[in-house]
């Protein structure tokens, strides 16, 4: 399944660092999301863009910053991140209002912070 | 918030044996996915369960999505290496601008030769 791409497929950072993670969705879907997966740990929702408007944001730290600037394509920018927060960082997209699908996956992007 | 529990967490079966595991929630949802995830990518979608009481098959995969609509059981009939891998059920509720989906933790199952 390529309908979601996400670069870089792994990036290390020191806590002082800035980066962005890149996620682009090629199935023509209205909606996009960010999970965090963590190990032992459910997948855990953090922001969700639908028509390119924020609907969600799960209580995530402010060191993340996501960003929306089409329906295609999802940003995830980081900044002074603390080492627990080194996790495989999921994009999805759905298209909405809802139907029988459902949302769909990209590959992630490792994360580690030193 | 909403909670699945999934079991069991690990499985080890040989080769050619059915495997079977479910999740249980407190909270109702109006969908039931299983998704399949390999070692170093995303969640793939394998199963998806609409209705309370659907049996859906996808090859040797078999769900169900429970009557009272806070479980689901998925089993996998004769297995083979490839099936190695996290499974994740996870239930969803869609409101209409976006769906929200709530994961278990995960079965992790290896298939031995």
């Known amino acids: 399944e390529t309908g979601v791409t996400q670069t870089p497929r792994h990036l290390v950072m020191g806590m002082t660092n800035k980066k962005s993670l890149k996620c682009e969705q090629h199935l023509g879907h209205n909606a996009m999301y960010w999970y965090k997966q963590s190990a032992k740990k459910p997948l855990e929702l953090m922001f969700v863009y639908s028509l390119e408007e924020r609907v969600e944001n799960n209580s995530v730290p402010s060191r993340f910053s996501p960003e929306c600037p089409n329906s295609s394509h999802l940003f995830l920018h980081l900044h002074t991140l603390q080492p627990e927060d080194s996790a495989l960082y999921l994009c999805?997209?759905?298209?909405?209002?809802?139907?029988?699908?459902?949302?769909?996956f990209g590959p992630g992007t490792r994360l580690t912070v030193l | 918030g909403q909670q699945l529990n999934q079991s069991p967490q690990s499985m080890f079966i040989q080769e050619g044996e059915d495997v079977s595991m479910n999740c249980t929630s407190s909270?109702?949802?109006?969908?039931w996915l299983w998704y399949k995830q390999d070692p170093g990518e995303g969640p793939v979608l394998l199963i998806a369960?609409?209705?309370?009481?659907e049996l859906t098959s996808n090859g040797r995969l078999t769900a169900q999505f429970g009557i009272t609509r806070k479980d689901s059981f998925l089993n996998i009939s004769a297995s083979i290496p490839s099936d190695v891998g996290i499974y994740f059920c996870?239930?969803?509720?869609?409101?209409?601008?976006?769906?929200?989906?709530?994961f278990g933790s995960g079965t992790q199952l290896t298939v031995l030769p």
């Open positions: 369960l609409y209705k309370a009481g």
């Open positions: 909270s109702i949802f109006n969908t």
């Open positions: 996870a239930g969803q509720i869609s409101s209409g601008s976006a769906r929200q989906l709530t």
């Open positions: 999805a997209s759905s298209q909405e209002p809802a139907s029988r699908d459902t949302q769909y």
